[in-house]
């Protein structure tokens, strides 16, 4: 008798395949003699649509809102229904005894393999295979130490709690708005209060009023020392004036240094990545998107298998792993990181609390190297950057911390009292794995003010002792509003907030991107027309992070066997109909942020500017119309040889191209080969060639005139 194995997509099933020895490949699995290795891709089902429950609900009617099921039914999603199919096909074999779920070790990858389950009424035993890595010696020890899948019920609970949720917030909400307002206006369980976050920082900003303040920095000789109020020590004075009189009562005075405080500072090292702390390093170093950091992270696990499981909300390791380190240290000690490796290597691993600690990992330990050998040569300029800082703060976890001295002198001049502070390094400890000059967020006084001055080194200084202001100067600033949203930034607010899970957050900003709601300016996030007004028509109740946050604390219960999921669902149900309700009594009106001068020709409404997968369009909001056209192309000055009209400007492929409609005339347009500067060398060769008696005629004529014929394109 032989084990089917359902993995989540065909690469992983391959490599699966191969530890186990199944390497009779077919069309849908893999098969061995112990074996059979199959895969979904992705989901292969879904839960039904509102029309698969009744015809009536393909027209989207805010009257027929909302659409609660007294029970979901799951459907098989159509585009991938072949691999279904196959999975179908084997399930009935006599020959197989078991199941293995070899989905990703996650909440996702549970529900997955139990959609299918239960829709090929798998009735045989099945286990869990659940490991943090694809490494062959990780697949080998999950497959010797496969879960009784029972033990996971509970994990699909939470994740049939979660779908459900989605599909009854998300899909009556974006229904009743779109219905209501005859717009494209899509909300959702977490992407609604996410947009809210944004659109509350920007409203902070706009109200923001800036207010002039002043400093007071004096000059000592061999260092600077910055003025601070008694009692306080806030360094800002809101009058100019009396900034002025500080300055003129010490400028060229001798004070009194009253004292010097020399304290050593500890910075320990900073801990192991989780996905959402690695995606706020990766915007901040190279400005990878969250998404793409996921992406790229994905690639690094699933395909070269170099790093552990990536969507972890741990930052710890487990006990378990220690043994595995030095093996760990030892794959990364190559390249530009052979250095740092080396040290670690001649001696044993120190391992504390701090780095190791079961009780703070739940499901998957924290980002680490894998014991795989390392060729840098195979990776990607994205997967080098994204593994670098894998490896590195991997590496920090078994540096010293960082210790200096940080020396605080007070001094007072004329009753006025003035600060300096400097730092001096004892040991660089694990900041000697990012260079001294790595700027990194884990130091202890990343916080300090804009105001102080930069970090300095002080002279032999005595308590009591005289010194001069040699030169005072008063500085003037204005207060600062709240910084908008960058991708780092906004993922720091959604953990802090509980919205999504690290596995969901990425995808929820793509999808406020790609709905046109919020958009990018920089690096920044901020919330276009359409958001703005989709906070405004969506319920109050929907907005607040406080809700999405108590949904994912729930949801985290039901998966630990805590919480119960029918009270979850029914709670869910009762705030659709309740959010449903507040949409139709409404009496908000909805102003089309998109909306152009330009006529629909079919019945002359104003059309609307949206932004589709094939680009711009022209759409007309009437439904009952529906006309839609591209949305009218830039025009250059480049003339249509034909009919001389100017051009249209494209992008393919290939690159820029020009196109007349009219003529259907397409000419490519390259960095070289177009403008006044080319004409300019084409005139330049017509006439070298003219005048080169050493070319024959007829080569001469045939270069003249082909470069003349560029020269008039």
Sequence with gaps: MKTLVLAEKPSVAKE????????????????????VVTWALGHLVTLAEPEDYDSKFSTWKLEDLPI????MKLKVIRETSHQFKAIERLSRRNDLKELVIAT???????LVARWIMELIRWKKPFKRLWISSQTDRAIKEGFAQLKPGSQYNRLYQSAVCRSEADWLIGLNITRALTSKYNAQLAAGRVQTPTLATIIQRENEIRKFQPVEYWTVQADFGSFQGIWRKPGSGEPRIFDRSQAEAIRNKVQGRTGQIIQIKKTEKTIPQPLAYDLTELQRDANKRYGFSAKQTSSVLQRLYEQHKLVTYPRTDSRYLTADMVSTLKGRVQSVAVGPFAPLARPLLQKPLKVTKRIVDDSKVSDHHAIIPTEQPLQLNLLSNEERKLYDLIVRRFLALFYPPCRYDQTTVQIEVEKETFWATGKQMKETGWKEVYGASDFNEEDADNDASSDEPSSQLLPELKPQGKITVKRCQE???????????TEATLLTQMEKHNLGTPATRADIIEKLLNTDTIERQGNSLVPTGKGWQLIELASEELRSPELTAQWEIELERIAKGQGQMERFLENIRKQTIRMVSEVKQS?????????????CPECGQNMEERKTKRGKMLVCPNRECGFRRGAEPKLVNKRCPQCHKKMEIHEGKAGKYVQCRPCNIVESLSDSGGGKAAARMNRKLIQQYSDNEGLSNSLGDALKAALQKQSEK
């Design 587 to 599: 009496t908000i009106e909805y102003r089309p942020h998109n909306l152009t001068h330009k006529k």
């Design 68 to 71: 609660i099921p007294s029970k």
């Design 475 to 485: 500085t003037g600033r204005f207060t600062k509003p709240p910084a908008r949203y």
């Design 16 to 35: 699966i395949a191969r530890v186990l020895g199944a390497r009779q490949k077919h069309k849908s699995h893999y098969e061995g003699a112990d074996y």
């Design 104 to 110: 990703d070790a996650g909440r996702e990858g549970e």
